[in-house]
């Protein structure tokens, strides 16, 4: 019934975790790294990269992005000119 | 409060459609002197609303760069208005809003690279979780396991992708590898997003730790999930990745 | 949770602070600097996750800290959202900030955002209608709260009191604080022809517990509170007049874009104490 077997070997290998460990707070080290997962080298320490992005400033942002209508075909506003150029391969029909 | 509701109804709409000349009547100042005060505060809205998402969505920026980035927000804003006095709640139907969006149409990955994108937003400010109430668990009779309900972190998400957004976020950070290029024929990606301490980390998963995390996180109790995933293995097999998730911090707390 | 100092509770000094902005978390904890007392947007705060909250939390563990709201959208006809509210109150219980402030403005209506400072038209009925949403703030928060006026660029026809008036009748009908900047007065009154004198002379000379000090810059016809630059020379002057008037105020330095290095912005901190002390050096 309901895969009781499995559940029972699972919840007990949580539990022993507990008393190799000495309770729930070790799982929070952060010197453990993910043997089992693949890092790959992706990670971001945002530490205070991003600011707040609500203040009470007013902008000097000009109208660039109120540009009314569809522009021009070809219109740089309508072509993305980023490091999409560093994606290459796969098809460009949307899925 | 009728008449202040009419007034910032119609102020708001004006504010929001550069088109919209029916607010001047309002206001002290003459008519071409009304459009210029009223594009001071549409700047201003826009302005910061872009701000907003380009913070929340740094990788689909570089990817399409500022000119493209701005117009399709100020398309954005009008069809999905902020709903929040907090900007950083601002922006999470971009993803959709990029998927129909004719002009991005030739970068068929954009969609997921902005949902890693708000998944990295969403993550950077979730609480931190308490540690796993192993004690709590320790007293659930073995009769209820198969009913008890596993829960994700707060800073932990999931996301599929057909497309490796995971090297595409990779290409597109200065400080890191020195990937240049990403080649979609890589296929795509099961990944874990997981905040530990003030690192975000992308971590790709295994098709069955995907599905395994996904069906706690969709709510589905724990012997339920063993119905759908990997019957191919042993049951001590099946049993490990709930102690390796928590372990991990991946999973945090739990209902019965 | 972090347990902080007895700060909490003592009216913060009548000395200039500065706003509290990320690149300047590490410096700060780091050196510390003698600065009476920071400021930071409320919402920037409101999820407690990650390095913002971190970093606020051992900030004000040696500093006192005043949270300036700019989302609440005091002045909508739409109800004040609980969430918000909620939000905010559980910052104040785990910050405990010396001073607690909000805008004299909307930024939304039917739900819909624009995250901008927007002017109140100012007639009776709105001025009974603000009187009624500040009292409502602060019976939530159990406290007393600050109003700020805004920089505007733009007067409705509907108006028939004069802004001056419009911030003093809202404090002195709800015992709420008036945080008064300076650099908005100036900049609207450029933008609309008044004297800034007299909005500072209509003030009351009790009521107003904070003053903000900014730098602005010009943009085609219009001024705009841009928070991007020091203090000018017409706003220094203006200051000295209001600190004559209204005494010894605690006073902010904002500054928001372009942010400089922190020695630039405490060095704007002096700048407004040295005029306080010659104000008192001559007074008494």
């Not at chain 1, 790959?40 to 205070?48: A, L, N, Q, R, T």
């Not at chain 2, 990029?98 to 970068?107: D, F, I, K, R, T």
């Not at chain 3, 600050?146 to 028939?160: A, D, F, G, P, R």
């Amino acid at each position: 019934m309901k895969n009781r077997t499995i559940c029972k070997s699972a919840v007990a290998g949580v539990l022993a975790l507990g008393l190799m460990t000495g309770g729930a707070s070790a799982f929070a080290n952060e010197k453990e790294k993910m043997e089992m997962m693949d890092q790959s080298g992706m990670e971001k320490c945002y530490g205070i990269a991003k600011a707040g992005m609500n203040d009470c400033k007013s902008g000097l942002h000009g109208c660039k992005g109120l540009a009314k209508g569809n522009g021009e075909k070809g219109s740089f506003l309508l072509v993305p000119q980023g490091t999409c150029n560093k994606i290459v391969g796969g098809s460009t029909e949307k899925g | 409060m009728q008449q202040l509701h009419d007034l910032q109804c119609k102020l708001a709409k004006t504010l929001l459609d550069p088109g919209e000349t029916g607010f001047e009547q309002y206001l002290v100042s003459s008519s071409p002197e009304s459009r210029k005060r009223l594009d001071v505060y549409r700047s201003n809205v826009f302005g910061a609303l872009t701000e907003a998402l380009k913070a929340a969505y740094p990788v689909v920026l570089k990817l399409v760069g500022d000119e493209f980035f701005e117009f399709a927000a100020s398309q954005f804003i009008r069809r999905f208005p902020s709903r929040s006095g907090d900007l950083h709640e601002f922006g999470r139907e971009f993803p959709q809003f990029l998927a129909e969006y004719a002009p991005a149409s030739n970068l068929p990955y954009l969609p997921d690279s902005g949902s890693l994108d708000w998944a990295c937003h969403e993550v950077f400010f979730a609480p931190e979780p308490v540690p796993f109430p192993l004690e709590r668990l320790g007293k659930i009779p073995e009769a209820d396991f198969h009913r008890l309900r596993f829960k994700l972190s707060p800073v932990c998400r999931l996301l599929s992708s057909r497309f490796p957004v995971h090297r595409i976020w990779q290409v597109n950070q200065a400080e890191t590898s020195p990937l240049q290029e990403v080649n979609l024929n890589e296929g795509g990606v099961f990944l874990l997003v997981q905040r530990t301490g003030f690192t975000i980390q992308l971590i790709p998963l295994s098709r069955w730790d995907w599905e395994f995390l996904s069906l706690l996180d969709s709510g589905e109790e724990f012997g339920g999930v063993f119905d759908y995933i990997r019957k191919d293995k042993t049951d001590f097999e099946r049993s490990l990745p709930l102690k390796r998730f928590i372990s991990k911090s991946v999973l945090t707390d739990f209902s019965i | 949770m972090l347990k902080h100092s007895s700060k909490n509770g003592k009216p913060i000094p009548g000395k200039t602070g500065i706003g509290l902005r990320s690149p300047h978390y590490r410096e700060i904890l780091a050196s510390l600097p003698a600065v009476p007392w920071m400021e930071v947007h409320s919402e920037n705060f409101f999820s407690f996750g990650g390095a913002p909250i971190h970093y606020l939390d051992q900030i004000r563990s040696h500093y006192p800290v005043s949270l300036h709201g700019v989302g609440l959208s005091l002045g909508s006809a739409d109800s004040l959202s609980r969430k918000h509210l909620s939000r905010l109150k559980t910052l104040v219980d785990r910050i405990e900030p010396c001073l607690v402030s909000e805008h004299l403005s909307w930024s939304s209506i039917e739900g819909c955002f624009l995250n901008d400072l927007l002017p109140m038209p100012y007639t009776q009925k709105s001025l009974e209608f603000m009187c009624r949403r500040v009292t409502q703030f602060q019976d939530f928060l159990g406290r007393r709260i600050l109003i700020e006026n805004v920089s505007s660029y733009l007067e409705y026809k509907v108006s028939s009191i004069p802004e001056w008036e419009f911030v003093a009748e809202v404090s002195s009908r709800t015992g709420c604080g008036i945080l008064l900047d300076i650099n908005n007065i100036y900049v609207s009154s450029l933008n609309h022809g008044f004297d800034p004198y007299r909005y500072l002379q209509s003030i009351p000379e009790k009521g107003v517990l904070e003053i903000h000090l900014a730098g602005f810059e010009r943009h085609g016809d219009f001024w705009v509170d841009t928070h991007s630059r020091p203090v000018c020379e017409a706003v220094w002057d203006l200051y000295e007049f209001a600190l004559r008037r209204f005494g010894e105020i605690p006073t902010l330095i904002e500054w928001d874009a372009d942010i400089p290095e922190l020695p630039v912005l405490i060095d704007e901190a002096r700048k407004a104490d040295l005029i306080a002390q010659n104000i008192h050096a001559t007074t008494s």
